[in-house]
C-alpha cells in the first residue's frame, strides 16, 4: 500500500483536483492507495478568519462564510455530473451550514477557545475530503472515505494535539480489515481525542496526517505532493539556481524542515523513519519531475553538504558575569526560566570561558524572556555578578546541512571565510558535535547575500557572480564597458566568472540593474536613469547589499576618491583609475589600505602609474619577496612623452598637446599633465608603496611649462600656450642641437623623489621610448646593475580599461 498526500494549491482548485485524480488512478493500477488530503488552498486562514470577525463582533463574517460555501459548492458543480450532484451539494451545504452555526455561536459568546478553533478549522479538509471522494466515484474510481478523526487519537492539546501512536494503529488496523476498494481518501490535519472531540495537528499538520497513515499501515512509500519539485539547495525565491535534491537522509531533511525548508513538515519525518519508509517530495504540476526521496542513506554525490536554510525573526539573548565562572547550575536555571514560559530555544552557544552563555529565540518572544530571565537571576543581577540580560533582534540563521559533513575538514572555514570576504559579520555560531548542521547567526539585512554565497561556494560549478558598480563613462569607461561587453562570454565559460555590470554612474544620475546592464545598450538606459550623486549611488550600492561586490571609479573626481571608505568597510571592492585617491596626504591613502585589509577585501589601483602597464604589482611582488629598492628612474607621462616625441618645431607646441588629448592621452584637465603634476603623483604613489611616507609638497617639480599658462581656464592655458610657442622652441633647439631628446623624467632615490624635464642623450636607458610609451627602471638588492625595466604604452583609454579590468578580475580572486 502507497500513502500519497495532497496539499492546499494541489487541490485549490477543480482542475487542479482532476490532476491528483490522473495521478492516483494510475498509481492504484498497480498497488492499494490512501491518500490524504488538505483543505483547499487559503480555506484554513479564511475559517480563522471567520472565526475572529464573529469574536470581534463583526458581521461580516457571514459574508466569508458565503464565500466558503461558494467555492466547495462551485468545486462540488465542476467535477461531479449533473445527475450526481444533488446528495454531494447537500452534504456540502450543511457542512458549511454548520461553519455558519459554530460562527454564530461564536459571534454570541463573544470569544473563541483552543478547542473551538480546532473544530472550526476542521470543516476545511472535512468537505475537501467528503468533494475529493466523489469526484474520484464520478470518475469510476472506486473510493472509500475514512474520517481521520476516528482514526487518529489523540492528546486533548488542541491545536497542537499528541498522537496516541499504539491507539491509532490498532483504529487503522481495524479499518483496514473491511477495505473493499483499492483508494481510500482521508482528511489530513485532523484528529480526535479520547473523547471524540475534534484536535488538530499544527499547521502543515497534514503532512503529518499522512506519515502516521503510512507508518500505521506500514505503507511501501509515502509521497508528499506539493507545488514545487522536491526539496532544493536553497530557498529558490532567494537563490535562482537553487536545485532539486534528488535524494537526502531522514536525519538531513529533518535539519532542513526545522530549518525554514518548508517543504515538508518537521514532524512528519518520525514515524516513517523509524519503519525505513521512503519518502517522495512530488510536485503535483510536474508529475514527470523526479522528485526528491527521504530515506535512510545519506545520498554520497562528493559534495558534503546537501542544502542551505535560514530562519529568520531571530533574538539573541546574552547572559554574561563573571559570577558564572566555574558555577554550577547557570544554564540550567537559565533554561528553565525560558521553560517556564514556553520560549522555544532555537540555538545555544557558550565558550569554554564560561563567562557568558548565548541562545537564540524567536523575536517575538524576546521581550517575555528578558522578563522572565532577568526575574530569574535578580539576586545576581543586584549584586553585579551577572550582567542584565542582553537582547539583540534583527538577526537570523543561516545553516548549512549535510550529512557527511562530519567526515570533511574545512568546510566551515570556506563557510566563514565567504561570509567574510563578503563583510556578513557572525555573531554566534553552533555546530552540533554530529555535524550535520553548522549555523551561523547573522544580521537579518545580510541573509539573501549570505545564502547566496553559501550556495555559490558549495552548489554552484558553473559560474561565480561579481556584480560589478561602474561610475565613470567616459573616455576610459566607455571602453571599459566595451571590453566587458566583448569577453562576458569567455569569462563565463572559462573562468566561471559571471561578470554583470549593475550599476552605472556619471556626474549627473545613475542606473542600477540588479539583472545586469544590457552592455550593448547602456548609453539609451542611462537616459532613463535615476538623478543623483556619488553619495546616493554609493549608498543605494551599500542598501542593495549584493555578494561579490567591486566598485569601480572611472572618474577624476575627488567627490567619488572620498566614497572608498564607507564601501570599503561594507567589505565592497575598491578598484580606481581615478588618482585622486591615492595622490591625497598620506593619511588617506593608509587609511585606504588599512580597511581594505580590515575589511578583507580589495583595493587596487594598478592604472595609476603607467595605465595597462604591471608596474604596481611588479614593485609589490619584489617587495613581498623580500627585495629592496634603491631607486626609481621612469618616464611616467604617456601625454609628455607623445607631445616631446612629436615636436620639432614645425607645428606649434599647443597644437600636438591638442592632438595627444583628441586621442585621449591626457587628463580631463591637460594642466596636471604639462605642469608635471600627474607625474609628480605617479612617482609618489610608487614611493609610498615601497613604504615612504611621502607627500607632493616634499617632490621637486623642475617644470617647463611659463606659469602663465596654468592661469584661467583650459581655453586660456591653450592660447597661453601658442602665445608661449617660442619658449617650447627654444628647449626643444637646445637639446636638438646638444643630439638629445627631450623626456619628463621622475626619479626617486633615498626617500627622496623628483620630476622634471631631461635632455637625453643616444645610449641613455630612456632615449628609445616612442610614442605615448612610458619606462619605469627599478635598481634593487637583486637587480642593482642592469635594472628591471618595464616599457610600454602609458595612456590611452583602451590600454588603461584592459589595466582597470585586469584589476576587477585580481578583485574578484581576493
Ligand atoms: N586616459 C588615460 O590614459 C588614463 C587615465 N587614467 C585615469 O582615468 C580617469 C578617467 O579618465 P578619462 O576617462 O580619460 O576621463 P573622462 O573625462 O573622459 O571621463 C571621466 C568621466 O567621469 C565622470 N564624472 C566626473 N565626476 C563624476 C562624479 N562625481 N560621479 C560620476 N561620474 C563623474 C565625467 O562625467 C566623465 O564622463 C582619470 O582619473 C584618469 O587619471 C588613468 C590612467 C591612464
Ligand atoms: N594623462 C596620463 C594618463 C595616464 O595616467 C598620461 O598622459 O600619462
Known sequence: MQVLKFGGTSVGTAEAILRVIDIVSEKISKEPVIIVVSAFGGTTDALLQCGSLAAGGNELYKEHVGHITTRHLDAVRQLIPVQQQSSMLSAVKKLCNEVEDLCNGIFLLGETTARTKDKLVSYGELISSLVITAAFQAKSVPATWWDSRKLIRTNGEFGNATVDFALTNEQFSLELQSLSTPLVVMPGFIASDTEGITTTLGRGGSDYTAAIAAAAVKASSLEIWTDVSGMMTADPRWVLNARVIPAISYQEAMELSHFGAKVIYPPTIQPVMNLHIPVWIKNTFAPGDAGTVIQNESYRNGNPVRGISSISNLALLSLEGSGMVGVPGFSRRLFEALAAHQINVILITQGSSEHSICVGVDATAADKAKMAVDAAFAPEISLRKVEPLIVEKDLSIVALVGEQMKSHPGISGKMFGSLGRNGVNVRAIAQGSSERNISAVIATRDVRKAINLLHEEFFEKTYKQINLFITGVGNVGGRLLQQLAQQQQFLLQHMRLQLRVVGLANSKRYLINEEGIDLLSWKAAMDHGVEGNITSFTDDIIQRNLRNTV???????????????????????????????????????????????????????????????????????????????????????????????????????????????????????????????????????????????????????????????????????????????????????AAAANGCKLKFVATYNEGKASVGLQQIAPGHDLYHLYGKDNIVLFKTDRYPLQPLVIKGAGAGADVTASGVFADILRATLN
Do not use: W
Not at 599 to 613: C, D, K, M, P, R
Not at 694 to 708: H, K, Q, V
Open 551 to 733: 566598485f569601480v571609479d572611472v572618474t577624476a573626481s575627488e567627490e567619488v576618491a572620498r566614497a572608498y571608505p564607507k564601501l570599503l568597510e561594507k567589505s565592497i571592492a575598491v578598484v580606481a583609475c581615478n588618482k585622486i585617491a591615492c595622490s591625497s596626504p598620506y593619511s588617506y591613502y593608509r587609511e585606504l589600505k588599512n580597511k581594505s585589509h580590515e575589511f578583507n577585501t580589495s583595493f587596487l589601483f594598478e592604472t595609476n602609474v603607467g595605465a595597462g602597464l604591471p608596474v604596481i604589482g611588479t614593485l609589490n611582488d619584489l617587495l613581498k619577496s623580500g627585495d629592496r629598492i634603491h631607486s626609481i628612474e621612469a618616464v611616467l607621462s604617456g601625454t609628455l612623452n607623445f607631445v616631446f616625441n612629436n615636436y620639432d618645431g614645425s607645428r606649434p607646441f599647443a597644437e600636438v598637446v591638442r592632438q595627444a588629448q583628441d586621442e585621449g592621452y591626457t587628463e580631463p584637465d591637460p594642466r596636471l599633465d604639462l605642469s608635471g603634476v600627474d607625474v609628480m603623483r605617479k612617482i609618489m604613489i610608487l614611493a609610498r608603496e615601497t613604504g615612504e611616507h611621502l607627500e607632493m609638497e616634499s617632490i621637486s617639480n623642475n617644470s617647463f611649462l611659463p606659469a602663465s599658462c596654468m592661469n584661467g581656464s583650459v581655453d586660456d592655458f591653450y592660447n597661453e600656450m601658442l602665445k608661449q610657442e617660442a619658449h617650447f622652441r627654444s628647449i626643444f633647439d
